[in-house]
């Protein structure tokens, strides 16, 4: 039911027939690389950090990724915990970010009209554990270079991929902020 309830989102999201939730996740806005720190991240590299380093090196065609959600001990502090930029590890999360967090749809985000410096593609989707808890968020920006033709659907479902795999190595939402092994 919650998988359907999901797709159900997703599919009304990429086609824009929910208008104020599509707008939002569609609205313009500049990239912004400084914004202020809401957590320290623990002096050790973290279990979260070793996976979002996997996934870089196992899927060429991305980006980036970024983990992000509230860390143990915090509430309603939504940060960047894990990510292929750790410089930005600590900084807040954006609203669309936070949306994905509380109600557990996914945006697809193809970047029209973006005077962006590399075509991309983004899929934000839930990031849960392996008993299915959703724990967080992942956003996993997709190389999208001009010529190449790919659906949205195709984007989703490797964006699914990479998530259903992340899931299986996730034990718990403390896990994640554990010392990487």
């Keep these: 039911m919650k998988l359907a309830r999901r797709r159900a989102c997703v599919a009304l999201i990429a086609t824009g027939l929910l208008g104020s939730v599509a707008s939002f996740a569609a609205a313009p806005t500049p990239p912004v690389h400084n914004k202020p720190h809401n957590w320290v991240p623990p002096a050790y590299r973290i279990y979260a950090q070793q996976l979002a380093d996997e996934v870089m090196r196992d899927n060429p065609e991305l980006l980036s990724i970024t983990l992000q959600g509230t860390p143990p001990g915090e509430d ?17 999360s954006d609203p669309d970010d936070i949306m994905v967090i509380d109600t557990a749809i996914t945006i697809l985000d193809p970047r029209w009209n973006r005077k962006d410096p590399v075509r991309k ?3 934000m989707m839930p990031l849960e554990d392996a008993q299915a ?3 967080g968020l992942a956003v996993i920006v997709f190389k999208n270079p001009a010529g190449i033709n790919k659906s949205n659907g195709e984007y989703l479902a490797k964006a699914q991929v990479i998530v259903d795999h992340l899931r299986t190595r996730i034990a718990d939402k403390a896990a994640l902020f554990k010392p990487a092994q």
């Design 121 to 123: 593609f983004i899929v």
């Design 133 to 135: 808890t959703p724990i």
């Design 76 to 92: 309603k502090t939504y940060t960047m915990f894990a990510g292929s930029f750790p410089e930005r590890i600590g900084q807040a």
